[in-house]
């Protein structure tokens, strides 16, 4: 099914007219996303033991907590942070006698935490380096910790990465390896944004302020988008950045009951004041490459941002051609959004939300020239999210809990299980590591945790998928029933952890 960018709410005109910050710049989630990693031709920071970089370029705005910056410092104990006066300094490393985000006690403030933990790198074994890849006005400022030893443990090392994303201001993790067992700081890291004043904090589930493992593990904090704020991309035509806009699409697209009632004006002063709205459904951009103009439709204003890109350019670098994804065919690549996660298929690298990365699904079919669609739906795999039409989403064949249904073959047949229609096992029963079990999942009112490791379990808790802790139980080594009537149907993270380590999974309340 065709989903599209832009959805309508309703909202009363009046008191301020319209604000362009009407979304709070506190209100991040974090959610998991697929695993993936950039490679790219990079420039090398210094690695010396708790110590700032100096204040690095971002090459672009990047809005963190409504604040908007084009430069950073890094830490090489794995922390980004917008304090520039902190540039060369000595970076804080003890965790030891942190509690969990948020605490105004927390010992960097205004930074995100990519994995923040004591790393010493002075013997040369890894490197940290940034680069800036992709086009204008979707590129991606990436910072790469690769092979960082552990302070005290230097046979263990951390690989990750962040990525801070033009215009959509995303966040992204990526964690290559992160190890456990290291005694020293109490084995604490921290994954994570925190704000100004360490009062406003976002982790994911089980990445707040603990000894944790996890590899191959992608996090995405970003805020929601404004509902009031209308995106229009084009393809350039000539290089020039001035292109033909059809107005009637973006009529259609904000009250597609009655287009005709939308009209628009050059400037905010004017749609306020409903004076000189602009003639025709055809409108020609006079600022070449970006432009806002303004749309009033029953009492309401919206920010119409016209941009004009270079199609020839990959900016999901997902191998689908740019041109390729107006899925609609209206000529606006913004408002063709298959998973309706709120980024247009144009520049997001999994289109159909299943978790498997639209690279891999965007191939030819074996043995002949169609591109893939394993279930002959004629909707192709990277646009299908149950690629093998079993009844079972793709995501829900994640059977290891690894968030990548691609390592999934539970009949050892060498074809992943979410392209093999006869298996449908769902995430129902399913041993997440080593004799741990949830079951059933998806679940209504009780689920039960079988522990047959032989080892104690010390905690379990379930998270809201942006991190709060919803609920803790006491546990026990054999099945135990656990309630979770009282939980809003959703999806939820349950945090297990055992003696030794952290096991992680997603929980489907119905």
């Given at each position: 099914m065709k989903k599209f960018y832009f959805k309508r709410i309703q909202l009363v005109f009046g008191l301020l007219f319209f604000s362009l910050a009407g979304i709070s710049q506190n209100n991040y989630s974090v959610s998991q996303?697929?695993?993936?990693?950039?490679?790219?031709?990079?420039?090398?920071?210094?690695?010396?033991?708790?110590?700032?970089?100096?204040?690095?370029?971002?090459?672009?705005?990047?809005?963190?907590?409504?604040?908007?910056?084009?430069?950073?410092v890094v830490s090489t104990n794995g922390a980004i942070d917008f304090r520039l006066d902190q540039a060369n300094l000595a970076s804080p490393w003890n965790l030891a006698n942190v509690g969990a985000l948020p605490t105004a006690n927390f010992t960097i403030k205004n930074a995100i935490l990519g994995c923040f933990h004591d790393m010493v790198n002075t013997q040369g074994a890894g490197q940290i380096t940034y680069s800036v890849i992709g086009a204008a006005p979707y590129r991606k400022f990436v910072i790469i910790f690769n092979n960082q030893p552990l302070f005290s443990c230097n046979t263990l090392s951390s690989t990750f990465q962040v990525v801070l994303y033009e215009t959509f201001n995303f966040i992204d993790v990526q964690i290559v390896n992160k190890p456990t067992g290291c005694t020293w700081n109490g084995g604490k890291a921290i994954v994570g944004i925190v704000n100004e004043s360490g009062l406003g904090a976002v982790t994911p589930p089980g990445r707040n302020t603990g000894d944790w493992g996890a590899v191959q593990e992608g996090w995405r904090f970003k805020r929601p988008f404004d509902s009031n704020i209308y995106n229009y991309t084009k393809c350039d035509d000539d290089s020039d950045g001035i292109v033909a806009f059809n107005l009637a699409v973006a009529q259609n697209d904000i009250n597609a009951a009655n287009p005709s009632s939308v009209l628009f004006y050059q400037t905010l002063a004017d749609a306020q004041n409903n004076v000189n709205p602009i003639g025709g459904t055809t409108y020609n951009n006079s600022s070449a490459f970006e432009q806002s103009i303004y749309a009033f439709d029953n009492g309401i204003i919206y920010e119409v941002k016209l941009r004009v890109v270079d199609c020839a350019n990959d900016f999901d670098l997902d191998t689908v051609a740019t041109s390729s994804e107006d899925l609609n065919g209206d000529g606006n690549l913004a408002n063709d959004d298959t998973d309706n996660d709120g980024i247009p298929n144009f520049v997001d690298n999994d289109d159909d939300g299943d978790i498997v990365l639209t690279q891999y699904e965007y191939v030819f079919g074996k043995g002949t020239t169609a591109y893939l669609d394993?279930?002959?739906?004629?909707?192709?795999?990277?646009?299908?999210?149950?690629?093998?039409?079993?009844?079972?989403?793709?995501?829900?064949?994640?059977y290891n809990g690894n968030f990548n249904p691609s390592d999934d073959d539970t009949n050892t047949n060498s074809i992943p299980d979410y392209l093999e229609q006869g298996v449908a096992l769902g995430i129902s029963s399913f041993a997440l590591e080593n004799g741990i079990s949830i079951y059933p999942n998806p679940a209504s009112d009780m689920i039960s945790i079988e522990n047959t490791t032989g080892?104690?379990?010390?905690?379990?808790?379930?998270?809201?998928?942006?991190?709060?802790?919803?609920?803790?139980?006491?546990?026990?080594?054999?099945?135990?029933?656990?309630?979770?009537?009282?939980?809003?149907?959703?999806?939820?993270?349950?945090?297990?952890?055992?003696?030794?380590?952290?096991?992680?999974?997603?929980?489907?309340?119905?």
């Open positions: 996303i697929p695993h993936q990693v950039y490679t790219a031709n990079a420039s090398t920071l210094n690695t010396d033991d708790d110590m700032n970089s100096p204040v690095i370029p971002l090459s672009f705005g990047f809005d963190f907590f409504g604040n908007v910056y084009d430069q950073a394993t279930d002959n739906d004629t909707v192709l795999n990277y646009l299908d999210d149950d690629d093998d039409g079993d009844g079972v989403l793709t995501m829900n064949e994640d080892k104690a379990i010390n905690e379990l808790s379930i998270y809201s998928v942006n991190g709060q802790l919803i609920k803790a139980f006491n546990t026990a080594k054999s099945v135990q029933n656990l309630s979770i009537s009282d939980l809003q149907t959703g999806i939820y993270f349950v945090k297990i952890r055992l003696e030794d380590k952290v096991i992680n999974t997603k929980l489907i309340k119905k």
